[in-house]
């Protein structure tokens, strides 16, 4: 099949998949559903007059229809940084987090709650502590200028991860056992339950501002996957494309992560799932990856909060699915790299 038909017929599915597992989790939870009163509910808020229970209509769009609007953000954001990264670096195991942003992001929410601050100085916290980890990082790496600019901002993305993890080790140990600790611990596993519609306003903007700069540059990304001197030979200015994209990705997943807490495996799984079955070109991989993540977090949040009688945290749940999955994909697909 020609690539272009194979990527359009693999969003296709993705996108049908996706619209089914948003209506299945529009239905399931401690209250179900029909997918009858889902539509009346959705038809009444267009004009219609169906007769729909104030209850249903509360649990709908007061409780269910943020959530699933949180995971298909969070989880496209994610899946789109994990993509840019991974082309970027020239490397199948680079998740967004590598330069340090997760654990910037959390180190400035567990400050935040370790002072008992309100939701929005915490969520602000923890996405100006995302930014300034991987300014941080970027400084280090450039300048080393004796090593190789991306295996530098590697080494210093591990480095300052490293320390940024020790300093929230550091916290839960001074953390009151009964209150702050629960607290940043919680939300150091992540979670979409809380997240309402004026955070989804607050990040959702600053998803979109990450996404456009990778949409633009969607040829020239395939010119970072050369070594610098190759695509330098081609007229591309490789620094400055780096720095757009570290810019762009750190931008959504700091976003991101600022309201849902830490959820691991979306960005580095998903990249190798779309890229098996659309090949490395970006301009393919970039969408169907967006597609996959939001609905691997929207399915793997509807299981969390429907399989057992307490919610799981997405967080674990996407380590236990990710990992075997990981390692088959891995296995299946090396020579979609090359």
């Known amino acids: 099949m020609h690539p272009l038909r194979r990527a359009g017929a693999a969003n296709l599915a993705a996108g049908l998949a996706l619209a089914a597992l948003s209506l299945l989790a529009l239905c399931v939870g401690r209250v179900p559903l029909s997918p009858q009163d889902v539509l009346a509910a959705t038809v009444n808020v267009m004009g219609g ?87 941080l990082v970027y400084a280090i790496g450039s300048s080393a200028r004796r090593h190789d600019p991306v295996v530098a901002l590697i080494l210093a993305g591990v480095v300052v991860g490293t320390l940024l993890g020790s300093l929230i080790s550091l916290l ?79 931008l959504m997943t700091a976003a991101t992560v600022a309201i849902s807490g830490v959820i691991g495996w979306i960005g580095l799984l998903i990249p190798h799932a779309a890229r098996l079955l659309v090949g490395p070109e970006f301009s393919r991989l970039l969408p169907l990856s967006m597609l996959l993540g939001a609905a691997f977090l929207l399915a793997v949040d509807t299981l969390g909060r429907t399989v057992a009688p307490i919610e799981i945290p997405p967080g674990v749940l996407t380590a236990l699915i990710g990992a075997p999955f990981f390692l088959w994909l891995f296995a299946a697909g090396r020579r979609a790299w090359q």
């Not at 490397?91 to 929005?120: E, R, T």
């Not at 100085?121 to 996405?127: T, Y």
């Not at 633009?216 to 007229?235: I, K, T």
């Open 49 to 135: 007059n169906f007769a729909v229970p104030r209850e249903i209509e509360q649990v709908l769009w007061q409780l269910r229809a943020p959530r699933i609007a949180a995971a298909l953000l969070v989880g496209a954001a994610l899946a789109a940084a994990g993509t840019a990264y991974q082309g970027m670096f020239r490397n199948p195991l680079v998740s967004p987090d590598l330069l340090g942003v997760s654990a910037g992001a959390a180190l400035g929410a567990s400050i935040g709650l370790f002072l008992s601050q309100h939701a929005l100085a915490i969520q602000l916290a923890a996405f100006a502590g995302g930014l300034a980890a991987v300014a």
């Open 172 to 250: 839960k140990v001074l953390a009151d056992p009964h209150n702050q600790l629960p607290a940043i611990t919680f939300w150091l596993l992540g979670g979409l339950a809380g997240i309402a519609p004026r955070e989804l306003a607050f990040a959702a903007p600053l998803v979109l501002a990450g996404l456009v700069p990778l949409v633009l540059l969607r040829w020239r990304m395939n010119l970072l996957s050369l070594p610098d001197d190759e695509a330098a030979s081609l007229g591309v200015p490789v620094a400055r494309l780096r720095g757009v994209v570290i810019v762009a990705a750190t």
